[in-house]
Nanobody, 120 residues
Framework: QMQVVESGGGLVQPGGSLRLSCAASGSIFSIYDMGWYRQAPGKQREKVASITSDESTDYADSVKGRFTISRDNAKNSVFLQMNSLKPEDTAVYYC??????????????WGQGTQVTVSS
């Protein structure tokens, strides 16, 4: 049973910061890419940031210089540090992880989502 669980969302004023966390659990052999997507009402889901197993990172243009993705392989976790938040960052943020199970099955697993609201 693989699970991916996010936490850390909430309310923040423009210019503020939040740190999102995501932990995978289950019969994990290896985790490859991990990352974050977000979806706001009326908008398509967009890729925010990703990080490979060797810690190569990629960011959406809209968050470059403000967000930082990192991972802790010992904890099967990925994080998203969000600084200088803007109202347009308001969305549900979803974590994903590409996981090779002990059984040798490979799959992409998603968290349940965590709400981030940036407002005065």
């Amino acid at each position: 049973q693989m699970q991916v669980v996010e936490s850390g969302g909430g309310l923040v004023q423009p210019g503020g910061s939040l740190r999102l966390s995501c932990a995978a659990s289950g019969s994990i052999f290896s985790i490859y890419d991990m990352g974050w997507y977000r979806q706001a009402p009326g908008k398509q889901r967009e890729k925010v940031a990703s990080i490979t197993s060797d810690e190569s990172t990629d960011y959406a243009d809209s968050v470059k210089g403000r967000f930082t993705i990192s991972r802790d392989n010992a904890k099967n976790s990925v994080f998203l540090q969000m600084n200088s938040l803007k109202p347009e960052d308001t969305a549900v943020y979803y974590c994903y992880a590409e996981i090779m199970a002990v059984s040798s099955d490979f799959g992409e697993y998603w968290g349940q989502g965590t709400q981030v609201t940036v407002s005065s």
